[in-house]
């Protein structure tokens, strides 16, 4: 990972980890999963004197799409999400903002399908349809940097919940199986709530595996 940095601010009301994936050579950035709270975005990437050239998003949960449409426009930028998720990020009930009384709507530009790889801010990625905390929840995997930005899909020590909309359990734990068995066990592993953990640790440690 030598290439890149990674910031992190906690946003919103359940503290979502919010990921800013920059290249320390170009300066160019990515941000994950902007949930909420713009100018805390705005100040990691001012503090790593990043260029944000793109938005990933994992799923499309309002905890980590509120803060889209203000990062969207002040970097122009465009905003990658899952082809299955489109349902779920167009329906303000489906994505509950319409439940947290801050309605968003969104339609990316950029739909990516399951192993999908493409490049952005210099790194190769490669996208991983993990359906189960929703049904267009995605992993985007780092293979140079060893990295994966699990989103809402695994957690340290646990997984994401599947009973809200679109979620299913059955999907879940064969995400999981294909997750875990496809990539090295050094792989770090960044969650959309809580810590850090690795691929290695969660074959052995986690109850829901």
């Excluded at 999981?176 to 066990?185: A, S, Y």
Aim: aromatic share 6%.
């Amino acid at each position: 990972m030598e290439q890149m940095k990674v910031g992190q601010c906690r946003v919103g009301m359940v503290m979502t980890n919010c990921y800013g994936l920059l290249n320390t050579e170009t300066k160019e950035m990515i941000l994950v999963d902007p949930g909420d709270s713009p100018e805390t975005i705005e100040k990691m990437v001012a503090q790593l004197e990043g260029r944000p050239v793109a938005v990933l998003l994992t799923h499309g949960h309002y905890d980590h799409i509120l803060a889209v449409g203000a990062v969207k426009e002040k970097y122009q930028i465009p905003v990658y999400a899952c082809r299955e998720e489109e349902g779920l990020l167009a329906d303000t009930s489906l994505n509950l903002t319409g439940q947290v009384r801050r309605p968003v709507s969104l339609h990316p530009e950029v739909w990516v399908e399951d192993l999908e790889s493409f490049s952005l801010a210099g790194f190769s990625i490669q996208a991983i349809h993990t359906p189960g905390h929703t049904k267009g929840s995605v992993c985007y995997h780092f293979p140079e940097e060893k990295l994966l930005i699990s989103g809402d899909t695994l957690f340290h020590g646990s997984v994401g919940r599947t009973d809200l909309p679109t979620g299913d359990t059955g999907q879940m734990m064969e995400s999981l199986k294909r997750l875990l068995g496809m990539l090295p066990d050094e792989t770090d592993v960044l969650p959309g709530h809580e810590s850090a953990t690795t691929i290695g640790y969660e074959k052995r440690y986690n109850p829901f595996v």
